[in-house]
């Protein structure tokens, strides 16, 4: 079973949202770690987390959840957009929504939550959020 960082996740589909010139998943990671250290909650190892923050940048643009920005919108080959996928992916576990805790814990049950199938399949059940 695959297990996730949903909260690192949610912070690096935020910074794609936000629309930075350049994607930069380790300095984010960075800027992850900082913000929990700073509410007090205890951190990973830090260039353990910049490599996971790699991997998860390269996952999500291999799965469909996050495409680059084109040209006409501003693109520089260096930064994303999300799809409608990686849209949904945010809304599920994004932490200003009330009740997150739900749909995460129902991701963290599937084999592998952002398998494409198995996402969409669990996105598309009106009783997870």
Wanted: glycine share 6%; charged share 25%.
């Amino acid at each position: 079973m695959t297990t996730y960082n949903w909260d690192l996740i949610e912070h690096l589909l935020h910074k794609v949202q936000e629309g930075d010139d350049s994607y930069a998943p380790r300095a984010y990671a960075e800027q992850y770690a900082a913000k929990q250290s700073a509410e007090g909650e205890q951190t990973e190892n830090l260039d353990h987390l910049k490599a996971v923050a790699g991997e998860y940048e390269k996952l999500l643009l291999q799965r469909g959840y996050i495409e680059p920005r084109p040209e006409e919108q501003g693109g520089s080959g260096s930064n994303y957009i999300l799809t409608a996928r990686g849209s949904s992916l945010l809304s599920l576990i994004d932490s200003s929504i009330p009740g997150k805790e739900h749909p995460r814990q129902v991701l963290d049950e599937q084999a592998d939550a952002l398998d494409e199938a198995t996402f969409d399949e669990v996105a598309s059940k009106a009783q997870i959020a």
